[in-house]
């Protein structure tokens, strides 16, 4: 629902972490004061857990506080105010845990987004700190505080009530941190996709103009030029066509009446031609476009789909032209959906550049999250999302329904050879035989193939087996049937 899908690649998960340390992305968003709630802030918040002894934190404090006390002594020559010495021991531990974070974030590929206001550079200002607890610094062990504590949830906490000195070591956790994703190295990026040279060196004798090399000549600049115009695609189609369909390029476009478990043979196997075609969608565009309306003999779907993109249209119209925003609850964890991942409510980025509205089923009686939607869009508006959501997860369970019996079909899984007893009066039965047993019997040897039987009955397993996965994986807003015979626990709420 936003532009933070991107991967967390190099980051540890809070509970997969390596030695204590972690990063993630924040899931809060509670914490930005109201006057933020409008402002241009295009950070990424993270959260960080820091380990004391892997960064070194106790040596840094140290280092840290006797730097101060060199400043602090020459600006008060006749001895440093009693007063003062906590706020430098406070300054010292949090520009320690800053500079640890920092280090954490650059490995990861990020960096903190403080931007110009000197204000966010106050202690405490640039995130949340809390789980301060001491540390070893040879061992690592958490020790106690003055006060027997093992955790305080500040650094004026661990201060004032632990006893903290410079030189003690400490982890913490840190949440909401304003960062960004730091530029790309292009060097660093070349090193790792060619490490040895050899596609540098390959380029250079073919007289190509390489990222970091100078223009010296005019003779060089038309070489670059001219390679950089052969290099470039030259075939290419116009929109009419790349979406024409047909048996060799665009997509094809498949009837959504194909896709039900109604169309599939009459053995209970997936049709194999609608099989093909989405699986062909699906590996060579990542994608499946379907007719919804089944070449307009069902253009009320049509109109339901119509009806729901007119319905979030009013409503973020409404949400700009007044007041709607104050009755939509704030986006916030869904109760009863068991993740905490799983927000439901409103919310307003960057002046309103990025607004969003996070809906969800209640699968008790189907009705839409926050209920509060329909008094800015009316019933109607609600209704049109909610049967819009039903279209789109059940051609979702198909499609995946397929897939995965056609991935079950590839790979032979439910294939056992000798599974289908032969009608043949001649031929030897093996029912009740397993392939040891009917292999020592001599019924058949350790050569013996599947038969056209044998397949067929693992075909029919393949879509039984996958339909079963999408009714019970695949979250549709709807409790499971009873008659599924699936033992489950369910959440009020439902995932998607």
């Known amino acids: 629902d936003d532009d933070d899908d991107e991967d967390n690649s190099g980051m540890f998960d809070e509970t997969e972490n390596m030695e204590g340390n972690w990063m993630k992305k924040s899931t809060s968003i509670d914490f930005m004061p109201s006057e933020m709630q409008n402002s241009k802030d295009d950070s990424t918040y993270m959260d960080v857990g820091i380990n004391g002894k892997t960064f070194g934190i106790s040596g840094l404090s140290r280092r840290m506080h006797e730097a101060m006390m060199v400043v602090a002594t020459k600006q008060f020559p006749s001895g440093i105010p009693e007063e ?4 430098y021991l406070l300054y010292s531990m949090d520009a320690s845990a800053k500079e640890a974070v920092k280090v954490a974030m650059d490995s990861n590929g990020y960096a903190l987004n403080l931007g110009d206001d000197e204000s966010m550079q106050d202690e405490g200002a640039w995130g949340q700190i809390e789980s301060v607890s001491f540390v070893d610094s040879e061992t690592g062990d958490v020790i106690k505080g003055e006060d027997g504590s093992t955790s305080y949830e500040s650094f004026t906490d661990a201060i004032a009530k632990g006893g903290w000195e410079p030189g003690d070591g400490f982890s913490f956790v840190v949440r909401e941190i304003p960062s960004r994703k730091k530029a790309m190295d292009l060097e660093a990026l070349l090193k790792a996709l060619d490490p040895d040279g050899t596609l540098w060196d390959e380029a250079k004798d073919k007289g190509m103009l390489l990222p970091g090399d100078d223009i010296g000549s005019l003779k060089e600049l038309a070489t670059d030029c001219e390679q950089r115009v052969n290099s470039a695609p030259r075939e290419a189609n116009d929109e009419f066509n790349v979406y024409r369909g047909g048996t060799s390029m665009g997509y094809n476009v ?14 209970g196997s997936e049709n194999q031609k609608t099989l093909l075609h989405v699986m062909d969608s699906l590996a060579n565009h990542g994608c499946i476009i379907v007719d919804l309306t089944d070449e307009d003999k069902s253009p009320e779907v049509a109109e339901t789909m119509s009806g729901m993109w007119g319905a979030t249209g009013s409503f973020f119209k409404q949400i700009g032209e007044g007041d ?29 550049d990025n607004q969003f509205l996070e809906t969800r089923i209640s699968r008790t009686d189907g009705s839409l999250l926050p209920k509060e939607t329909s008094s800015v869009i009316g019933e109607e508006g609600v209704k049109s999302m909610v049967d819009a959501f039903n279209i789109m997860s059940e051609v ?20 056992t050879v000798g599974s289908v007893v032969s009608q043949d009066e001649d031929s030897p039965s093996i029912a009740g035989l397993s392939f040891e047993e009917a292999t020592v019997s001599g019924v058949m040897d350790e050569d013996t193939q599947p038969s056209d039987d044998d397949i067929a009955r693992a075909s029919i397993l393949a879509s039984e087996t996958a339909t079963l996965l999408t009714e019970e994986i695949m979250d549709d807003g709807k409790p499971l049937s009873e008659s599924a015979n699936i033992e489950h626990d369910e959440g009020q709420v439902s995932m998607s």
Not at 84 to 87: A, K, Q, S
Not at 324 to 334: F, L, R, V
């Open 396 to 415: 979702g369970k198909d499609i995946v329904r397929i897939a995965t019996a056609a991935s079950s079909d590839e790979a032979g899984a439910f294939v």
């Open 84 to 87: 003062l010495g906590d706020v």
């Open 254 to 267: 498949i009837q959504r009446s194909s896709l039900l478990k109604a169309s599939r043979n009459p053995d």
């Open 324 to 352: 709607a925003a104050s009755t939509i609850p704030a986006m916030g964890p869904a109760e009863g959906v068991g993740s905490s991942h799983a927000m439901v409510g409103y919310a307003s980025f960057k002046d309103g």
